[in-house]
């Protein structure tokens, strides 16, 4: 298996892990719209309300999420609502209308969104084992029993992806093909399986995709697929809504930049001392937009529709 660490651009963005999660925008008073985008308190929905919006990635996403939504309640004081949009481009689209507070992203999400008028700050990347960074892999796959061995031999074939704004699952498997020889747009037939557990399993029943790609925390769960290579990527992004009022936005930076499941637990969080929620949650560790840079000169490097305002 071979370990791309990308070495034209990957010193350019893991270097900010710094504090500046707070800097954020300065524009932190909300704007009503008549498109109701955002009311006049900065708020998706009222002041007694924070919306907490996610990439649709998994079939267990909301589980997954719970404890920290009723964390993030704790902290605020507030009622925490579950926004799941229906795909990448639709959670894009809500949090440039203002009617996300609260969001777990994908690092190209959030680029995608800011650079289309998303106000939103980056505060932690949540990592899911001690001593870990921000990061994870995004992993290219095979069923178990093909005889494809590097990316190279993906020429021809029907790759599964999972989304267009997938940073694991898109974005930086078509930086890697392109650095293999291989046009995504033409050198191969891509599937979008909108989800990083669907595409595992397409690529395991063989059928509808020969190879794909997803990211680790859902390959490892499956034995039908085998890694042929993996790429490690830019930790996904806690981010809140730059909108929102500073004593709240305060809350949500001193509550969620550096935290322990073990804090969580204190908090007296149900559902927070569980196998289910440490497979998926370890810490926080901050992160600034400077971070996700990397995935800025890949959106370059790519030419990816996806990354332009």
């Given at each position: 298996?071979?370990?791309?660490?990308?070495?034209?651009?990957?010193?350019?963005?893991?270097?900010?892990?710094?504090?500046?999660a707070c800097s954020g925008s300065a524009d932190a008073a909300g704007t009503p719209g008549a498109d109701g985008s955002s009311s006049?308190?900065?708020?998706?929905?009222?002041?007694?309300?924070?919306?907490?919006?996610?990439?649709?990635?998994?079939?267990?996403?909301?589980?997954?999420?719970?404890?920290?939504?009723?964390?993030?309640?704790?902290?605020?004081?507030?009622?925490?609502?579950?926004?799941?949009?229906?795909?990448?481009?639709?959670?894009?689209?809500?949090?440039?209308?203002?009617?996300?507070?609260?969001?777990?992203?994908?690092?190209?999400?959030?680029?995608?969104?800011?650079?289309?008028?998303?106000?939103?700050?980056?505060?932690?990347?949540?990592?899911?084992?001690?001593?870990?960074?921000?990061?994870?892999?995004?992993?290219?796959?095979?069923?178990?029993?093909?005889?494809?061995?590097?990316?190279?031999?993906?020429?021809?074939?029907?790759?599964?992806?999972?989304?267009?704004?997938?940073?694991?699952?898109?974005?930086?498997?078509?930086?890697?093909?392109?650095?293999?020889?291989?046009?995504?747009?033409?050198?191969?037939?891509?599937?979008?399986?909108?989800?990083?557990?669907?595409?595992?399993?397409?690529?395991?029943?063989?059928?509808?995709?020969?190879?794909?790609?997803?990211?680790?925390?859902?390959?490892?769960?499956?034995?039908?697929?085998?890694?042929?290579?993996?790429?490690?990527?830019?930790?996904?992004?806690?981010?809140?809504?730059?909108?929102?009022?500073?004593?709240?936005?305060?809350?949500?930076?001193?509550?969620?930049?550096?935290?322990?499941?073990?804090?969580?637990?204190?908090?007296?969080?149900?559902?927070?001392?569980?196998?289910?929620?440490?497979?998926?949650?370890?810490?926080?560790?901050?992160?600034?937009?400077?971070?996700?840079?990397?995935?800025?000169?890949?959106?370059?490097?790519?030419?990816?529709?996806?990354?332009?305002?």
């Amino acid at each position: 298996m071979k370990l791309r660490a990308l070495p034209a651009l990957a010193g350019v963005a893991l270097l900010a892990l710094g504090l500046a999660a707070c800097s954020g925008s300065a524009d932190a008073a909300g704007t009503p719209g008549a498109d109701g985008s955002s009311s006049a308190s900065g708020f998706a929905v009222d002041e007694n309300t924070l919306v907490f919006g996610v990439v649709p990635d998994s079939v267990d996403t909301e589980t997954n999420y719970q404890p920290l939504m009723d964390y993030i309640a704790e902290i605020t004081g507030k009622t925490v609502e579950y926004h799941e949009s229906t795909d990448y481009a639709a959670l894009i689209e809500a949090a440039v209308a203002g009617k996300v507070d609260v969001a777990s992203f994908s690092g190209f999400t959030y680029v995608t969104a800011t650079n289309n008028g998303a106000k939103l700050t980056p505060i932690s990347s949540i990592v899911t084992e001690e001593g870990q960074e921000p990061g994870y892999f995004s992993q290219a796959i095979v069923p178990a029993g093909s005889d494809i061995k590097s990316l190279e031999d993906f020429k021809g074939k029907k790759v599964c992806f999972v989304d267009p704004s997938s940073t694991s699952g898109y974005l930086f498997p078509s930086y890697n093909l392109l650095e293999a020889g291989i046009d995504p747009k033409t050198d191969i037939t891509p599937v979008f399986a909108g989800k990083h557990d669907v595409s595992v399993t397409k690529v395991g029943e063989g059928v509808e995709c020969e190879a794909g790609f997803a990211e680790d925390s859902e390959v490892e769960k499956s034995d039908k697929v085998k890694v042929i290579d993996e790429t490690m990527v830019p930790g996904a992004p806690l981010v809140y809504s730059s909108t929102l009022p500073d004593d709240v936005s305060k809350k949500l930076i001193d509550g969620l930049s550096e935290i322990t499941i073990d804090d969580i637990i204190a908090a007296g969080i149900d559902g927070a001392d569980t196998d289910a929620f440490r497979s998926v949650f370890y810490a926080t560790k901050p992160v600034d937009d400077a971070y996700y840079d990397l995935i800025r000169d890949i959106c370059k490097e790519t030419e990816a529709e996806q990354c332009q305002a």
